[in-house]
């Protein structure tokens, strides 16, 4: 069964520092999508970042970066330069097919999420 | 913002109810997809629709259901309501069934069971 784990239940940085966010995935389907969400308190999800399985460079969308290690099935964020309005939680996730062979993808499976909290 | 709006944002129904959740996807988007997420953990599938037809489940059980429009509005029904159920409920839609289709998520509905 496909899974994604997120060891890190809360996360501190300071303002204007880096920080990387954990997420390894299992799945034995080499087919299959990551992302990354950022949920603030308001509830809504806002895509941040997508790395495909057969990507050969890691994905970069302005501050944030992915760093996937396809051998180690790790698909780590990292914020860079972290501001006030990065403090949400975080989640990793992962598209895969939505039958053994299929070709439509469908539902996104989910990490528990990071709380990360940006400091002044 | 997304283009996805749900309705309603909060609502209270009481164990046993039936209730309604509503989903406009954004324009162009022939499938939509639906999450339960429980106070302090990722969202969980619940089902997904594609040009009208349930075409993917999770974990849950009969009674929740849904349907897909001819305009690719969507509604989840729940039945039997249990306290179980209290939770964020998001719609998500996509344009396609692709592995790097990304969803778009609505703002959500926050029901709770009482």
């Known amino acids: 069964a496909q899974k994604i784990t997120q060891t890190q239940p809360g996360m501190f940085v300071q303002e204007k520092e880096a920080v990387t966010l954990d997420c390894t995935y299992d799945t034995s389907d080499p087919s299959y999508g990551l992302f990354w969400y950022k949920q603030p308190s308001s509830g809504e999800m806002i895509f941040l970042i997508y790395?495909?399985?057969?990507?050969?460079q890691n994905a970069t969308e302005g501050r944030y970066s992915l760093n996937f290690q396809k051998a180690r099935k790790s698909a780590n964020l990292v914020i860079s330069a972290s501001q006030l309005g990065d403090s949400a939680m975080y989640f990793c996730a992962m598209r895969d097919r939505l039958g053994a062979g299929g070709t439509s993808y469908g539902k996104l499976t989910f990490g528990q999420g990071t709380i990360l909290t940006v400091h002044p | 913002e997304t283009g996805v709006t749900q309705s309603p944002t909060h609502l209270i129904k009481t164990r046993g109810q039936q209730v309604t959740l509503r989903c406009s996807s954004q324009s162009g988007h022939n499938t939509v997809s639906w999450y339960q997420q429980a106070l302090g953990q990722g969202p969980q599938f619940i089902f997904q629709y594609y040009r009208e037809e349930e075409n993917g489940r999770g974990n849950f059980p009969p009674r929740f259901s849904g349907l897909q429009f001819p305009n690719y509005s969507s509604e989840l029904n729940v039945n039997a309501l249990e306290l179980d159920d209290s939770a964020l409920y998001l719609c998500a839609s996509s344009v396609r069934q692709s592995m790097n289709t990304e969803a778009f998520f609505g703002q959500g509905t926050r029901l709770t069971v009482v």
């Open positions: 790395q495909g399985s057969y990507d050969q």
